[in-house]
C-alpha cells in the first residue's frame, strides 16, 4: 500500500489545559473534511535532525471526526525530548506543522458486540475521548464501556469536566479516573486495581491499552492473568 502524502496543517488555536501539556487545533489545507477513524494518529514532519526517521513524532487523535478539516492534538513536554521541546518553544497560532495521516489500526471493533476497557495513562487519554465521542454522537451500539484513566495529580486530568458530563449523557459510558500521587473525592492509585475489579468475573470484554510502556506491559501481564486471551488486548504504546 503507497504512503499516505504528507499535507501541509495550520495551527489556528492553542491552549493549555494542565501541567506541560498542551492541546493543539489544526486545520488542513488540502481538504474541507478530515475524515479519519477514531482511535487513529498523524505523524509529525518536525525540523530537529537531517535524517527524516528522526524528525517524525506520531499523536493520537484527541478529537473525532465532525466533517470538518480540522483536529486536535494533545502534547505532553517531555524533558529532554527534541520533538516536544521544538513544538512548545515554535509553535504558535498560525505556525505550520508538516503531517501524514490519519494512521493506525487501535479502533474500535465492529460491530461492539463486548465491554470495551479503555485503559489510559497522561494523554493516552487522546484517543479514547475520539472514541467515546463519536459513539456517543452517532449512536453507536455498544456494551458497558469503562474508561480507566491514571494520573497522578488533580491537575493532570485531562478533558474532566468533559468526560463527566458525558458519564451522564452516554448510556452504559462510566469513567474511572484515578490519582496515583493527590488525595482526593475520587479513587486513588493505579489503573490496574480498578479493571481488575470490574472484570473480576470475566466479561466478555476487549481491553484497550495506550500509554506509557510500563502501565501497558503491566496491564497486559495482569489482563492475560485474569484468564483473557492475547486476542482481546490491543496496545497504542507513547514513546
Same mark, same amino acid.
Given at each position: 500500500?503507497?504512503?499516505? /502524502?504528507?499535507?501541509?496543517?495550520?495551527?489556528?488555536?492553542?491552549?493549555?489545559?494542565? %501541567?506541560?501539556?498542551?492541546?493543539?487545533?489544526?486545520?488542513?489545507?488540502?481538504?474541507?473534511?478530515?475524515?479519519?477513524?477514531?482511535?487513529?494518529?498523524?505523524?509529525?514532519?518536525? /525540523?530537529?535532525?537531517?535524517?527524516?526517521?528522526?524528525?517524525?513524532?506520531?499523536?493520537?487523535?484527541?478529537?473525532?471526526?465532525? =466533517?470538518?478539516?480540522?483536529?486536535?492534538?494533545?502534547?505532553?513536554?517531555?524533558?529532554?525530548?527534541?520533538?516536544?521541546?521544538?513544538?512548545?518553544?515554535?509553535?504558535?497560532?498560525?505556525?505550520?506543522?508538516?503531517?501524514?495521516?490519519?494512521?493506525?489500526?487501535?479502533?474500535? /471493533?465492529?460491530?461492539?458486540?463486548?465491554?470495551?476497557?479503555?485503559?489510559?495513562?497522561?494523554?493516552?487519554?487522546? %484517543?479514547?475521548?475520539?472514541?467515546?465521542?463519536?459513539?456517543?454522537?452517532?449512536?453507536?451500539?455498544?456494551?458497558?464501556?469503562?474508561?480507566?484513566?491514571?494520573?497522578?495529580?488533580?491537575?493532570?486530568?485531562?478533558?474532566?469536566?468533559?468526560?463527566?458530563?458525558?458519564?451522564?449523557?452516554?448510556?452504559?459510558?462510566?469513567?474511572?479516573?484515578?490519582?496515583?500521587?493527590?488525595?482526593?473525592?475520587?479513587?486513588? =492509585?493505579?489503573?490496574?486495581?480498578?479493571?481488575?475489579?470490574?472484570?473480576?468475573?470475566?466479561? /466478555?470484554?476487549?481491553?484497550?491499552?495506550?500509554?506509557?510502556?510500563?502501565?501497558?506491559?503491566?496491564?497486559?501481564?495482569?489482563?492475560?492473568?485474569?484468564?483473557?486471551?492475547?486476542?482481546?488486548?490491543?496496545?497504542?504504546?507513547?514513546?
Amino acid at each position: 500500500m503507497a504512503l499516505l /502524502p504528507w499535507r501541509k496543517g495550520i495551527v489556528t488555536r492553542i491552549r493549555e489545559d494542565a %501541567p506541560l501539556t498542551r492541546r493543539y487545533w489544526i486545520e488542513l489545507q488540502d481538504t474541507d473534511n478530515f475524515d479519519f477513524i477514531p482511535g487513529q494518529f498523524v505523524t509529525l514532519d518536525l /525540523p530537529i535532525h537531517e535524517k527524516p526517521a528522526k524528525r517524525w513524532r506520531s499523536y493520537s487523535i484527541a478529537s473525532w471526526p465532525d =466533517g470538518s478539516n480540522v483536529f486536535e492534538l494533545v502534547i505532553v513536554l517531555l524533558e529532554g525530548g527534541a520533538g516536544t521541546t521544538y513544538i512548545f518553544n515554535e509553535i504558535k497560532e498560525g505556525s505550520e506543522f508538516i503531517l501524514r495521516g490519519a494512521l493506525g489500526v487501535f479502533t474500535l /471493533p465492529q460491530p461492539i458486540e463486548k465491554d470495551l476497557f479503555l485503559i489510559c495513562t497522561g494523554t493516552g487519554i487522546a %484517543p479514547f475521548r475520539s472514541m467515546v465521542n463519536h459513539i456517543n454522537l452517532h449512536n453507536v451500539p455498544h456494551q458497558d464501556i469503562h474508561l480507566i484513566f491514571g494520573c497522578r495529580e488533580k491537575c493532570n486530568l485531562l478533558y474532566y469536566e468533559e468526560m463527566i458530563e458525558l458519564e451522564q449523557k452516554l448510556p452504559h459510558f462510566h469513567y474511572y479516573p484515578t490519582l496515583s500521587r493527590h488525595e482526593w473525592e475520587g479513587k486513588t =492509585g493505579y489503573v490496574h486495581a480498578i479493571y481488575e475489579e470490574l472484570a473480576q468475573n470475566i466479561p /466478555p470484554a476487549q481491553f484497550f491499552l495506550c500509554g506509557w510502556k510500563n502501565m501497558i506491559d503491566e496491564a497486559k501481564q495482569r489482563i492475560l492473568a485474569m484468564g483473557y486471551d492475547r486476542k482481546a488486548i490491543h496496545q497504542e504504546l507513547y514513546g
